[in-house]
């Protein structure tokens, strides 16, 4: 049992890595706070003085602001359907045995540990090109015309793109999950004669609730802040142009840091309010 003294000793020995975890969190928030009530222009002068809400009243009413909100929410929304949706597939499939079943393991996870630029870099040029591209030759071979991917349905493929990246993390958590379940409750089920379907929804998709709160928490804070795969395919065109990407075209524009500062501080309430309503809906499967 840990005495008084233990755990004081244990706090002394935390304090310096929460004290470098709290720094490392929190200077560059107050940077950002204060350049946001700035006007920091680095390529002309430097700063020039306090401006108050300024930066805030002109990045909300830009007429960009909203669509990029509703563009952001839409990505992410997009992107946990097909992740989570597919991630239980391919868990119960790898969960099967099967000849190989470790290469095949490790084939459906390595899309993760590729970079987003290099991912959307063999997505635009690989399969979405409108000429030479995969898809492209598919279509040719079944006697249609090519689709320009990038511009005819922009949004609908940067979330296949994200998407591609983040089922590998999707299926890894599911899969865990679905290994600690105990098979002897199928077993009963199937000698019932409870069908596959009812075998799924009723005993599985349960079990599953606690690791598909996880992943869809962790993936909504990554998911907000995609940044890579918009930048490489269409450059903010065609209606994928996101939050965080209005940031960096605002900062651009106008060389104003503290534009771009405001703008960060929108995104940190966004996706505050996004995880507080996300904690609501599906975070009380954390406490059952």
Known sequence: MATKASRSAARLMMAPAVVLLLGWMLVPLIMTLWFSFRTYLPLRGGDLGWTGFDNYVRFVSSSAFWPAVQTTLVLVLG?????????????????????????????????????????????KNMFMDPVNGLFAHLWRFFGADPVSWLSDAAMPSIILIVSWQWLPFATLILLTAIQSLDSEQLEAAEMDGAPALKRFFYIILPHLSRAITIVILIQTIFLLAVFAEIFVTTGGAFGTRTLSYLIFQRVLESQNVGLGSAGGVYAIILANIVAIFLMRIVGKNLDN
């Open 79 to 123: 992107v946990l359907v097909i992740t989570v949706c597919l991630g239980i597939l391919l868990a119960i499939l790898l969960d099967q045995p099967m000849w190989g079943q470790g290469i095949v393991r490790i084939l459906v996870i390595a899309p993760f540990f590729v970079m987003p630029t290099v991912s959307a870099l063999v997505w």
